[in-house]
């Protein structure tokens, strides 16, 4: 978790594959806008105080639906104990096809009544200057490094924007979205294990459909395989794969060459890693020239409550079992240089390490299963690969692609599923209202 904000731009870097296969698109999507973020349909709808004076409350196990002006800060109140971590998490969604710069980002600091800050953290959208849905997260966290935030009472969330814009800004819609963590019954040690950090083979084989969905809610299940979509420029697709305690999770994006048309896109194609809590892990972006492009994420430490003593915020992160969100996104200027597409792309994802025993909790976290990896939902078998790809079938190594998904708080058990192949319906995205 991030305790020194800092704007962000996104790492750049393209891996040119081997093959020159081309990653047709499934013949069932067409091309079109990209639709609005897809909030939660049962998110509650909040406005933000434009100071601590009148700010709403939030509670911990709630999606919220709020906005955010183009000009201006606004607050929300949460009321604690003295014992949990709480975690706030603030998506800021454009409106698509809007102009930001790479500056432009959201903020979200939690502070206590005397408006000391307890944390902050800054998310960009950096070198893929694309209008789509960022988040930042802010916490309250019980540490000895932070006296100040250990009490109970009355605690300030401030959401703004940063940077400065290339044209009138809009308001943002935003998503917030609030978790609390219960204290151990025991501290745990205060030194993360050493991990293995070699950066693993992306997942091989033939994708099989799975079209991503509009937002952290409508989020598509997917385990270890390749997984195919098409995608419209300036289009974002969100998937979430659970993770267990002591698994390790790894993910390449990979973009279709286009249909010989030319040109050059900096920052078009992104990957973003979420946590269970909606907080920024990490990203990286690759370049396009037309021909078939990869960006894979550096390597991951497996989950462990011990990270959050890790320095870099990539690897503190990594501090809860649960579902993680691998949100992929086309820059809107691939458009211009290489048509309305839809393209073809595919996500590599792998999950290894081994099963760790479950953090002894002396509580229940709030949402109650938010750090439960469900396993991935079998579905129906599909007729055949996504068409259009190169990619898929193996995930992390395993050929039965067997995915394991170990419980979070509360059965401390280890759950298995085989992940199948299924049929997906094409439709298009379609932001709740």
């Known amino acids: 978790m991030r305790h020194a904000g800092r704007a962000r731009s996104a790492a750049v870097g393209a891996l040119l594959l081997c093959t020159?296969?081309?990653?047709?698109?499934?013949?069932?999507?067409?091309?079109?806008?990209?639709?609005?973020?897809g909030f939660d349909p049962d998110a509650t709808s909040v406005t933000g105080a434009p100071t601590t004076a009148g700010a709403k409350p939030l509670?911990?196990?709630t999606t919220y639906r709020s906005s955010l002006p183009a000009d201006g800060v606004v607050h929300y109140s949460l009321e604690l104990d003295a014992t949990s971590d709480t975690y706030v998490s603030a998506t800021a969604a454009p409106a698509p096809g809007s102009t930001v710069s790479a500056g432009e980002g959201v903020k979200v600091t939690v502070q206590d009544a005397a408006g000391r800050s307890c944390s902050f953290d800054t998310e960009t959208f950096g070198v893929v200057r694309s209008a789509r849905p960022i988040a930042a997260w802010g916490a309250r966290e019980i540490s000895a490094d932070r006296p100040r935030c250990k009490t109970a009472g009355t605690y300030d969330v401030v959401v703004e924007r940063v940077g400065t814009p290339v044209t009138a800004p809009d308001a943002w819609d935003l998503e917030l979205f609030v978790v609390s963590e219960p204290a151990l019954r025991e501290p745990a040690a205060e030194v993360p294990e050493a991990w293995n950090s070699r950066t693993p083979a992306p997942a091989t084989g033939e994708p099989v459909a799975r079209e991503g969905g509009s937002g952290f809610a409508s989020a598509v299940p997917v385990g270890p395989g390749v997984w195919g979509a098409g995608i419209e420029p300036g289009g974002t697709l969100f998937y979430k794969v659970p993770v267990g305690w002591g698994g390790q999770l790894s993910a390449t994006a990979e973009l279709a060459a286009a249909d010989g048309r030319g040109g050059y896109t900096t920052g078009a194609l992104s990957l973003t890693l979420y946590n269970p809590a909606r907080g920024f892990v990490d990203d990286v972006s690759a370049n396009y020239a037309g021909r078939r492009e990869s960006a894979a994420l550096p390597p991951l430490p497996p989950v462990a409550y011990e990270n959050r003593y890790a320095g870099p915020d990539r690897l503190s992160a990594m501090r809860f079992a649960g579902s993680y969100y691998l949100v992929v996104h086309l820059a809107s200027e691939v458009g211009d240089k290489f048509g309305d597409g839809p393209f073809g792309v595919a996500l590599r994802v792998r999950t290894d390490g081994s099963e760790k025993a479950v953090p002894d909790y002396a509580g229940e976290p709030r949402p109650d299963d938010v750090f439960e990896a469900v396993p991935v939902d079998l579905g129906e078998v599909t007729e055949g690969p996504a068409k259009g790809g190169t990619a898929g079938g193996g995930g992390g190594g395993d050929a039965a692609m067997t995915v394991l998904a170990v419980s979070g708080i509360g059965t401390g058990t280890a759950l298995l599923g085989v992940l199948g192949v299924w049929r997906v319906v094409a439709r298009r995205r379609l932001g709740s209202p």
Not at 20 to 37: D, K, N, Q, S
């Open 20 to 37: 020159t296969a081309v990653l047709p698109v499934p013949a069932a999507l067409a091309a079109g806008t990209p639709g609005p973020y």
């Open 59 to 61: 509670s911990a196990g």
